[in-house]
T-cell receptor, first 113, second 116 residues
Framework: AQKVTQAQTEISVVEKEDVTLDCVYETRDTTYYLFWYKQPPSGELVFLIRRNSFDEQNEISGRYSWNFQKSTSSFNFTITASQVVDSAVYFCAFLGGEDKFYFGSGTKLNVKP | DGGITQSPKYLFRKEGQNVTLSCEQN?????MYWYRQDPGQGLRLIYY???????QKGDIAEGYSVSREKKESFPLTVTSAQKNPTAFYLCASSIDSPGGGSNEQFFGPGTRLTVL
């Protein structure tokens, strides 16, 4: 069975600090996809990134970067120079051979001015 | 603008009543999904539909029902059989079924259901 674990329930940082959100997954599938979503207070989930299991290159998009390591089954998300607008709940998700998305329990990020 | 709409945003229901949550998308997506989110928890899949007139149970389908008569619409009915219906409900869609590729899901704004 697939499983996604986000061990950090809540993180608080001060603006301009860097912060890393952890995501660990379990699977026996060889082909799968990993996602990160942001849920601001309004409630709607916003897609951030998709990564397939054959592409372990790290990705950077502005202040966001993602570190995918198959050896440790992790797909961590780093926000550099955090801003108050980054405050939200962030979800990691897994999609494998079962054709179902599995979401982690989410990490609530509080960025204080 | 293309997107997913859910209505109403807030919904109150008396215990023992059925209630239907609306979800409409104009993205021409084949697949649609319903999730339930409880405070401090992740999303749990209730039902999903890959094509019109077909749908499958997710992990927590008991006490819920759906229909998919049109591609753009996937309403969810919360029945009186659902023991603890108070939650935040999110609808999502994707271009095709997950098995057809790696397509991300796009989410609606959600409906917060409270049972009084």
């Amino acid at each position: 069975a697939q499983k996604v674990t986000q061990a950090q329930t809540e993180i608080s940082v001060v603006e301009k600090e860097d912060v890393t959100l952890d995501c660990v997954y379990e699977t026996r599938d060889t082909t799968y996809y990993l996602f990160w979503y942001k849920q601001p207070p309004s409630g709607e989930l916003v897609f951030l990134i998709r990564r397939n299991s054959f592409d372990e290159q790290n990705e950077i998009s502005g202040r966001y970067s993602w570190n995918f390591q198959k050896s440790t089954s992790s797909f961590n998300f780093t926000i550099t120079a955090s801003q108050v607008v980054d405050s939200a709940v962030y979800f990691c998700a897994f999609l494998g051979g079962e054709d179902k998305f599995y979401f982690g329990s989410g990490t609530k990020l509080n960025v204080k001015p | 603008d293309g997107g997913i709409t859910q209505s109403p945003k807030y919904l109150f229901r008396k215990e023992g009543q059925n209630v239907t949550l609306s979800c409409e998308q104009n993205l021409n997506h084949d697949a649609m999904y319903w999730y339930r989110q409880d405070p401090g928890q992740g999303l749990r899949l209730i039902y999903y539909s890959q094509i019109v007139n077909d749908f499958q149970k997710g992990d927590i389908a008991e006490g819920y029902s759906v229909s998919r008569e049109k591609k753009e619409s996937f309403p969810l009915t919360v029945t009186s059989a659902q023991k603890n219906p108070t939650a935040f409900y999110l609808c999502a869609s994707s271009i095709d079924s997950p098995g057809g590729g790696s397509n991300e899901q796009f989410f609606g704004p959600g409906t917060r259901l409270t049972v009084l």
